[in-house]
């Protein structure tokens, strides 16, 4: 049915349009732009009307709208699944909040040496380095030209003069192999993420330790270092299983190489898990999908999102952070991919 004047509906979650205060005043929308305004030629009775009506809905001109702050995200390769789902963390929270978010993508050894200088307090309030490699100086560039900077998943902490957020990587390397030697592994390989990540050097570290509290010597051929994609996981998941005395099990650094490792598998004639057990880290959401469905080391990517983004509100607001080095816990999400070894 429609609307007659006097029956025009606002938004509950902005201010009045002045084309709705127009409808409900039965006015044109100039006559409501010459009221807000301070326009004379208007008559009184309506002038009363329209004053009436944008008092009472709390219409603000849009010049004087408050704009929102804007929060840029620095990231290396946006397509990536661990940052599209911090991404989707950082964005609901953004929006929560009120604030813009722009994307920037970036590599770490930009060969222009003044890219940072477009970041300034009128183009963007704070900014977010997302798995990002920059350097003292880069982040006293930022600072000094004075846009507050949160890094995530910082490379290096030796070198690092900003708040941080990031995950409980050690525990979780702890816990993966911890998973598989109660499950009665002894002969476990670790694919490692790059050597340059402190995330990776972490999750390495954890298993060491793991294995190393357990009692069980850690064989250096079945560290095999790498990167977090796909195709690294097949080509390492290869190198260790097709070794005379391969492993029963197998730790990778991130999700997709476990996928990676699922396929080697796959391609070697082995059975995931009932000749070798597959444990990865992230829980993707792809991690749920595969076959067999991937047991996993958690980590809140979404969350970690919000967090970063609650971090950079506070700075831009010079309120105290409640943590200046965020660690958001890890956990064990256990699926189809592990189970006991083999009997001999």
Known sequence: MPKSRGQA?????????????AELAGVSISTVSKVANGGSDVGEATRARVAEILQSSQYVPRRKRKTPPTV??????????????FLAGALAEAQKQGIQISLVQHGDNDPEDDWLEQFT???????????SALSIDQQKQLEAQGVPLVVVYPR???NLGAPSVGAADWAGGVNAAKHLIELGHRRIAMLAGPE????????LSGFRDALDEAKIPVDPALVVPGTFDYDAGVSQARNVLTLDDRPTAIFAASDRQAMGAIEAARQLGLRVPEDVSVIGFDNLAAASMTSPPLTTIAQPLAEMGAVAVTMALALIENRPLVSRDAVLATSIVVRG?????PRP
Request: net charge positive; glycine share 2%; charged share 20%.
């Open 9 to 21: 509906t606002m938004s509950r979650t902005r201010g009045p349009s002045m084309a709705e205060v």
């Open 72 to 85: 840029t995200i620095l990231v290396r390769a946006i397509p990536m699944s661990t940052n599209v789902e």
């Open 121 to 131: 307090p009128r183009v963007t309030r704070a900014v977010i380095a997302l798995s």
């Open 156 to 158: 290096d902490t030796a």
């Open 196 to 203: 340059d990540t402190l995330v990776a050097r972490a999750r």
């Open 337 to 341: 991919s592990t189970a006991a070894p």
